[in-house]
């Protein structure tokens, strides 16, 4: 079974400075790997996906992540935070079997200091 | 627009009472879930629906129940026979059971037990 262990439940960086959110997974198959997004009061939204293709992977509002195998890694960075950077960000598992089979982790809290 | 809609967006029941959350979207997706997030435990799966007239239990299903009449609906039914229903609950939708794993979440229901 496969499981996803996000390292720091909430993360706190200056506006401008480098985001670095991390996300380790365990899987007995060759993954795929998710980060989503969700704001206050909302639903999620799909940041980036990596499904076997480039090992980095870009998303939305300049947002990417580096599949690491040998790390078992899927960290999600951007260069430079913004104040509408601010919300939860959940990274998530799936063993290709489909959507059901999707694991979340604990989710991190990421704000903005101005 | 293409999307899910959850409502109510907020709601309140007295301890004991049966409550029904609905999930509709137009995205003609075939499978529907239903997640509960609580702070701190990422998402975690109720019940989920492949097809119409077929749902399958998720890691959490005691006390909730569904149905699938309708491919662009999944309502939730919320039983007295939860013992903590107080929480944020989020339905989501993906193209079938084949897919990468992506979903498309409404904006959630709040339910507040007093």
């Known amino acids: 079974a496969q499981s996803v262990t996000q390292l720091g439940s909430h993360v706190s960086v200056s506006e401008g400075a480098l985001v670095l959110l991390r996300c380790n997974y365990s899987?007995?198959?060759?993954?795929?790997l998710f980060w989503y997004v969700q704001y206050p009061n909302q639903g999620l939204q799909l940041l980036l996906k990596y499904t076997s293709a480039a090992t980095l992977v870009k998303g939305i509002n300049g947002f990417e992540a580096e599949f690491k195998k040998s790390e078992t890694s899927f960290h999600l960075t951007k260069p430079s935070a913004h104040m509408s950077d601010a919300a939860e960000y959940f990274c998530a598992v799936s063993d290709r079997q489909g959507a059901q089979k999707l694991v979340f982790g604990q989710g991190t809290r990421l704000t903005i200091n101005p | 627009d293409g999307g899910i809609t959850q409502s109510p967006k907020y709601l309140f029941r007295k301890e004991g009472q049966n409550v029904t959350l609905s999930c509709e979207q137009n995205l003609n997706h075939d499978a529907m879930y239903w997640y509960r997030q609580d702070p701190g435990q990422g998402l975690r799966l109720i019940y989920y629906s492949q097809i119409v007239n077929d749902f399958q239990k998720g890691d959490i299903a005691e006390g909730y129940s569904v149905s699938r009449e309708k491919k662009e609906s999944f309502p939730l039914t919320v039983t007295s026979a939860q013992k903590n229903p107080t929480a944020f609950y989020l339905c989501?939708?993906?193209?079938?059971?084949?897919?990468?794993?992506?979903?498309?979440f409404g904006e959630g229901s709040r339910l507040t037990v007093l």
């Open positions: 899987s007995s198959v060759p993954p795929y």
């Open positions: 989501a939708s993906s193209m079938g059971i084949t897919n990468t794993g992506e979903l498309f």
